[in-house]
Nanobody
Framework: VQLVESGGGLAQAGDSVRLSCAAS????????VGWFRQAPGKEREFVAA????????YYGDSVKGRSTIAADKAKNTVYLQMNSLEPKDTAVYYC???????????????????WGQGTQVTVSS
């Protein structure tokens, strides 16, 4: 499956952003789709994930309560809505997917087989 992210850009603190992850090649039908981010000089960090079949969602501590991950099955697309943006949210955001993920590895970037190219989100104060 090929993943294409979009929706990044420049934002100010307090703004919201919605990132999209569109799949091509095959559907997300049996996949877990996750969002990760990586700031310069830092490790890739888990943001959120959704199990396509069940709709169960999972969030990283840094975005919990101000972010929502959702799936549009008709469009084969996963969205990440982030509110109350802060400068520390500045990073490249990556979409990832895997069809054999187990719950204990959902926040582990090494557990995902498919990655998008990333989209930059820059938040100014």
């Amino acid at each position: 499956v090929q993943l294409v992210e979009s929706g990044g850009g420049l934002a100010q603190a307090g703004d919201s952003v919605r990132l999209s992850c569109a799949a091509s090649g095959r559907t997300f039908r049996t996949y877990t789709v996750g969002w990760f981010r990586q700031a310069p000089g830092k490790e890739r960090e888990f943001v959120a994930a959704i199990k396509w079949n069940s709709g169960h969602t999972y969030y990283g501590d840094s975005v919990k309560g101000r972010s929502t991950i959702a799936a549009d099955k008709a469009k084969n697309t996963v969205y990440l809505q982030m509110n109350s943006l802060e400068p520390k949210d500045t990073a490249v955001y990556y979409c990832a997917a895997d069809s054999h993920l187990i719950i204990t590895t959902i926040s582990d970037p090494g557990a995902y087989d498919h990655w998008g190219q990333g989209t930059q989100v820059t938040v100014s104060s």
